[in-house]
């Protein structure tokens, strides 16, 4: 069946969707039905793979929702904060951002903690927040904030968080699968990703790992019918499998293809190692070219990695973004605001000699735009 999929112009060197195997992209090929036993037998076992790989603990559940990523951290927040909590937002980039917005949008009273997008949060911070306002029900944190690459200290901010007995959300978007990652070492409640990032699925559903006992007491909570976490919660667990409105089976059938692809490779570990070689062989090559990364070294995760833009004055991002497009590489564009960057993922069905064909073909984009 893989024979079907066409040839790619491009290989996706972006954060998400990011490239995926033939055969994942090959379980599309088929329509699926949405009610019968096999498909809910398929969902539950995926749910069970998913808690898997960040817990072994029978108090963790998964909640598949569709949508992107955002509908899962929206779904979330809007759903387990009760009516008379409060939310502490810690904000170093983009996504922590977004979960201030959703919180403002949701009306939901909050507090936001913003840091510098080159600086990790402070659990010392945190700490003397949730001492001064016992209204504070609850913190949420980006575990690699994809602004940067940066990872932030989630274990430190959970141990804060568990010591005040206040309730821990972690997005975890675009760690999940890539990074070992533990609900109970980072004494999380709730651990957010989607299907198209390290778990190397495609984009159109995203899930949310939760603790039983804590989503268990939200019923009634949520500002939104669809993203009723609870409620979804409550009807793939009754219903063994069933979700609430049209699921997203192609999706689902490819994020099983790509978990079972995840365990052949060796599981979180083996991906992490990959990815991580990616990153570094990356960095080295670029640092060689003359292109520094942003951050230092001890701050860079292996899911994408920001780095400072040429001051050449022939070089402009969109010119250096089409060249390198049509020698069959797609990048990101910078979304810090301090400097101006690019943005490269190294995640996804991505191997050592892709880096090496990309490094090939960065040399002689630049030196195109640099003569
Ligand atoms: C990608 C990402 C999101 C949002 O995901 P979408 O699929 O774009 O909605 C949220 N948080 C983080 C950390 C991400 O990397």
């Known amino acids: 069946m893989s024979d079907l999929v066409p040839p790619a112009p491009y290989l996706l060197l972006t954060p998400g969707p990011a490239s995926t195997s033939p055969t994942v992209k090959a379980a599309m090929l088929r329509d699926w039905c949405t009610w019968d036993r096999d498909y809910h037998d398929l969902v539950q076992q995926l749910r069970a793979d998913l808690v898997a790989l960040a817990s072994d603990s029978a108090e963790v559940t998964a909640v598949l929702l569709q949508g ?13 904060v009760p009516p008379d909590g409060k939310l502490l937002v810690l904000d170093n980039g983009a996504y922590g951002r977004r979960i201030g917005e959703i919180a403002a949008r949701l009306g939901i009273v909050h507090q936001v903690l913003r840091y510098a997008e080159t600086c990790p ?37 959970g141990e804060v968080v568990a010591r005040h007995g206040r309730c821990f959300i972690v997005d975890a978007m675009s760690s999940f699968g890539g990074l070992p990652l533990s609900m109970d070492g980072l004494q999380a409640d709730y651990l957010i990703a989607s299907a198209n990032k390290c778990l190397q699925g495609v984009p159109g559903c995203a899930f949310v790992l939760a603790r039983r006992g804590r989503l268990a007491a939200t019923a009634g909570w949520a ?17 063994h499998g069933k979700w609430r409105y049209t699921s997203p089976t192609h999706v689902v059938r490819a994020l099983a ?55 050449w004055p022939s070089y402009t991002f969109e010119r250096f973004y089409a060249a390198l497009k049509q020698r069959g590489f797609v990048i990101y564009p910078g979304k810090v605001s301090a400097a101006p960057t690019f943005r490269i993922g190294t995640i996804g069905h991505l191997f050592a ?19």
Request: hydrophobic share 45%; glycine share 6%; aromatic share 4%.
């Open 121 to 157: 949060v402070d659990p010392a911070d945190i700490n003397a927040a949730l001492r001064a306002d016992p209204q504070l029900s609850h913190v949420a944190l980006v575990h690699c904030e994809t602004t940067t690459g940066m990872l932030n200290p989630a274990a430190a901010v």
């Open 68 to 80: 992107s990523g955002t509908f899962a951290v929206e779904a979330t927040v809007g759903s387990v």
């Open 223 to 239: 500002r939104s019918l669809s993203l009723d976490l609870w409620d979804q919660w409550r009807e793939m667990e009754d219903g």
């Open 353 to 371: 000699e892709d880096i090496e064909r990309l490094l090939d073909a960065l040399a002689q984009t630049f030196h195109d735009l640099a003569a």
């Open 257 to 311: 293809q790509a978990v079972a692809e995840l365990q052949a490779e060796g599981g979180v570990t083996a991906r992490h190692a990959r990815y991580r070689a990616n990153q570094q062989r990356l960095v080295a090559g670029l640092a060689a070219l003359g292109v520094a990364a942003l951050l230092p070294p001890e701050l860079h995760s292996p899911v994408i990695t920001a780095f400072r833009e040429p001051d």
